[in-house]
């Protein structure tokens, strides 16, 4: 893949921090890369991540970290996002990979306030002087680099929590194969059936999934199968049990114990967090 395209966000190196608030009613999906951080919120709808190397979910109540340089390709989908971006020589965050990470109500809130300052604009969080370029309220200028600043400790403190949403994206044409079919039968998927629709031995499918991946194909379909099930949570009005055989799990029960155990919750209490988010506009937060 040749060098994304570096996309700039601000119109003045002054502006160190602000966002940009978008909704996809169309597909939208394009390589590129920032020279900011960036940390993307799906307030609603379901989006996703690619990187060179991985494919990322970014279900409701999530946002996915994406650091400066890295370039990626976001599939956007009937969703509304919130963008934060952040100047490295002004922020100093620990991952330097990209991660998702939980968005609790703190976080959820402080990013919806944030879009008073967007990213594009003259009045995002500035440097020293808290002036804000020609047209920027010095006060104000202040105030969001105050914000900004106590905005990127609590992505510091969920970066220490990223959640498990991602699958592994490799350059194996073989084992490429293997996960565009194993995605496509996720309900009825064997190591018979791959090994056929693929035209290698099950031992070949063994040796060389672990080696490009480092993981075995058993452990890739039980966690496509996760995603797909969180996916159709978060999109779906369909039942557990009914995702369930979807996605190959056979039974609600199976779905709720593998589904417990990656993520701390139950199908059930992960559809109810997600539906009743709170409220959309922090106006408590609003001064006078």
């Given at each position: 893949?040749p060098?994304a395209?570096?996309?700039p966000m ?6 160190t921090?602000g966002t940009?608030e ?12 920032h020279d900011?951080?960036e940390?993307e ?14 494919h ?6 999530h946002a ?7 370039e990626?390709?976001?599939l956007?989908r009937?969703?509304?996002?919130i ?7 002004e922020?100093a ?7 998702i990470?939980?968005?609790?109500p ?7 306030y944030?879009?008073?300052?967007p990213?594009?604009?003259e ?5 020293e ?5 020609e047209s ?10 105050v914000?900004?600043h106590a905005?990127?400790?609590v ?6 929590q990223?959640?498990?949403l991602s699958l592994?994206i490799c ?9 565009a079919y ?5 309900a009825d998927a064997?190591a018979?059936?791959?090994?056929r629709?693929v035209?290698i031995?099950e031992?070949a ?5 672990a080696?490009v ?6 452990d890739?379909?039980r ?7 969180m996916?159709m949570?978060s999109?779906?009005t ?10 190959g799990f056979g039974?609600?029960s199976a779905l ?11 199908p059930?209490e ?11 506009t ?7």
């Amino acid at each position: 893949m040749p060098d994304a395209p570096l996309i700039p966000m601000r119109r003045s190196v002054t502006v160190t921090a602000g966002t940009v608030e978008h909704r996809a009613t169309e597909p939208i999906s394009y390589w590129h890369r920032h020279d900011l951080h960036e940390i993307e919120y799906a307030v609603d709808g379901l989006a996703e991540i690619y990187t060179p190397q991985t494919h990322y979910l970014l279900p409701p109540l999530h946002a996915a970290w994406i650091p400066a340089g890295v370039e990626h390709a976001p599939l956007l989908r009937d969703v509304t996002t919130i963008a934060v971006f952040f100047d490295p020589a002004e922020f100093a965050f620990p991952e330097t990979r990209t991660a998702i990470i939980a968005v609790p109500p703190v976080l959820r809130e402080m990013m919806r306030y944030a879009v008073r300052w967007p990213i594009h604009g003259e009045s995002g969080a500035c440097g020293e002087s808290g002036a804000c370029g020609e047209s920027g309220a010095t006060g104000d200028g202040a105030e969001a680099s105050v914000f900004f600043h106590a905005l990127a400790g609590v992505v510091r403190h969920q970066l220490a929590q990223a959640a498990p949403l991602s699958l592994p994206i490799c350059d194996d044409v073989i084992v490429q194969d293997v996960i565009a079919y194993t995605a496509g039968h996720l309900a009825d998927a064997d190591a018979v059936s791959v090994c056929r629709a693929v035209g290698i031995s099950e031992r070949a499918l063994r040796r060389r999934f672990a080696a490009v991946l480092g993981q075995t194909w058993r452990d890739h379909l039980r966690q496509a199968r996760l995603f797909r099930a969180m996916a159709m949570l978060s999109t779906s009005t369909m039942s557990v049990g009914e995702i369930a055989a979807e996605v190959g799990f056979g039974s609600g029960s199976a779905l709720a114990r593998a589904f417990r155990t990656w993520t701390g919750e139950s199908p059930s209490e992960y559809r109810e967090r997600w539906l009743t988010p709170g409220p959309r506009t922090p106006e408590a937060a609003h001064p006078g």
